[in-house]
């Protein structure tokens, strides 16, 4: 694949509108949508973005709201803008060769109706009751960002890993002394830092933490997590920011990823080789996709093993860890991955276009002919 | 206007998922789309209702849900059944002359860009957010359940009133003795039982009260209604079902309606109008075009006017009071309104289509014309 493309094509993004493209602190979404959308525009396509009007980008930006919805308490009901946000997207489809959604469900409906194929990047959670949703609308082209996603039987354009811009983590040749553990995530317990705690505590290794606090993770962190943070050996940071992570996971001589669902990519992994840092993580969804499992970190079935694991992930390479990111988690091969798919699907579309055109002049040609 | 069509129209009816058609007790919307699908039918049209499976039609159903989703308590996100519901709806548009829409903001994307038009009743109450919405879609053609709910600049193609099947309510041509007044409908500030209660303590007369305490309403309902309920003076009879209802309406001297928002219909009104008995209401949203002011009631500009005009209204006629009803708010009336604004927006698409077309022909025979 070349990064000139052999056709610039008119592109529409569609982010969420909760939070800003790219996301002040947190937010995966909006962070692969404005590293992809900048890309494209790079590589000479069309590029329109609907987002909140506060975002940053190269493409044309059309603003769903003034500002991110998280940020404006006078809202109560924020779907109502995401749904005139799609809404309008679709309204427009005539003006793109193909749209790409990466709000889930909200643009299922629409995109089944317009003439412009749409391609829906799965993101979020699979609840009950969205997972019928996606059912309904499983001949629509999907993306995953891993393979470990597809737990539902959809129509599987290709699997596109999350790509991180590796230049903007500084590579750490050597761990920082004292040597510490890292555990990076929403202090939620799907992220397992109650495991990180307990795995600290068996091997004697010191542990810094940093992460969110949702509401409704904040019982959690008050029984759970609290009680435990002494400021020496178990230290939480609070939330951190970019500079700050890369720190953290830089200076860390293993970073543990002990989570407790199916994680569908997991960014923290791919960050933290970037830093050099191998990765000690559970094998649950995407993990044995994301660690080249012996050589940038270890992927283990039990916290137990977790634990076993620290004296032979000291050992890997620290250089191999970053080389893996840059070969497979850029930015250059996530947009690689979605420009070869918006091709295939815009390709296929413009040829039944013009074999439809070509059989109808033959049987008209036919029709004069016999006349 | 004549009850046989000029010509029959293939009409898709989409109702909401929480309640089925018709509702077992209360829902206002379901009621009125069962009332017009079944008339619709009778009338020779070919109707399909999108509703719960567990609705009782004339028209071919077609269920987006096994039932009312109010009964599935396994449902988190009711939502994400609505949304494949409408867009099922819309996947279908070919099939439709046209489509009649009672989910308010969820149709309003995909009908604005299907060939197939489609009409909204708008029967919820509009919100800072959903406003937005409406606003976004305002060239969409509207139906307004009252003059007096046009709040927003919307294209409405015409006010139709709600109606009831006036002969499912008999007619009591007088009134219970010992005589009392009745308060029918939900147990909220907006519905004013708080103010029905303070009317018949000044006046000295006995108040019977009827209707659902939603859960959000269980703190008002303790704190202002449920102290004054003494089983004598005032009572408290809890949910009716419609034998019940027509009973506690017809029975009664007077009906209160002392609303403290802006209604924008009040079926209670047509139905206690329908069992005989004059309603007196405080003049808000709807109340002036629903109530003959003087004849079948009195339209009052206050609480206090509204206790003072008892003596006057005991001496208005239970006879026009049904009348009234018959003549303005019968299900006939209804369906007379509906399909006059079908017949519109369907012939002036097909004439648009057909001038289309001519002009499309005279431009061809000219171009050959000068070959």
Redesign the interface.
């Known amino acids: 694949m070349t990064s000139e493309p052999y056709t610039a094509m008119k592109i529409a993004q569609i982010a969420p509108l909760w939070e800003q493209v790219p996301p002040v602190t947190y937010g995966g979404t909006e962070l692969v949508v404005s590293r992809l959308t900048d890309e494209l525009v790079r590589r000479g396509h069309e590029v329109t973005l609907f987002a909140s009007g506060d975002s940053q980008t190269l493409a044309r930006l059309e603003a769903g709201s003034p500002r991110a919805l998280r940020l404006d308490t ?8 995401e ?2 946000h ?3 997207v ?2 427009r ?1 005539d003006e793109f060769d193909i749209i790409h959604s990466h709000v889930g ?2 643009s ?3 995109a ?3 003439a412009t194929p749409t391609v829906h990047t799965l993101h979020g959670i699979f ?4 997972t ?2 996606f059912r ?2 499983k001949t629509q082209p999907f993306i995953s960002i891993s393979d470990a996603q597809r737990l539902l039987n959809l129509n599987y354009a290709a699997t596109v890993y999350n790509g991180i811009s590796v230049e903007k983590f500084p590579f750490f040749a050597e761990p920082q002394d004292p040597p510490y553990l890292a555990f990076l995530g929403r202090f939620s317990p799907e992220k397992g830092p109650q495991h990180a705690i307990a795995i600290a505590k068996k091997t004697g290794w010191r542990l810094k933490m940093a992460g969110k606090v949702d509401v409704v993770d904040k019982k959690f962190f008050e029984e759970e997590v609290a009680p435990h943070i002494d400021g020496k050996q178990i230290e939480f940071l609070g939330e951190v920011n970019h500079g700050q992570k890369a720190e953290l996971l830089g200076n860390a001589a293993i970073t543990l990823f002990p989570i407790t669902w199916c994680e569908p990519f997991g960014l923290v992994m791919a960050e933290s080789m970037a830093t050099g840092t191998p990765v000690i993580a559970m094998n649950m969804g995407s993990v044995s996709e994301v660690i080249a499992n012996g050589e940038t970190g270890y992927v283990c079935q039990s916290y137990d093993e977790m634990a076993d694991m620290i004296p032979k992930a000291l050992k890997l390479s620290r250089q191999k860890c970053r080389e893996h990111v840059e070969t497979k988690f850029s930015v250059t091969q996530m947009v690689d991955g979605y420009e070869a798919v918006y091709e295939k699907i815009v390709g296929d579309r413009n040829f039944r276009h013009w074999f439809n055109a070509a059989i109808r002049n033959s049987l008209e040609s036919f029709t004069s002919l016999k006349r």
């Open positions: 006078s809202i109560k009901e924020p779907i109502m803008y749904l005139m799609v809404g309008e679709f309204q489809a469900v909200w299922l409906a629409l089944s109706v317009v609840t009950n009751d969205n019928k949703v309904q609308y």
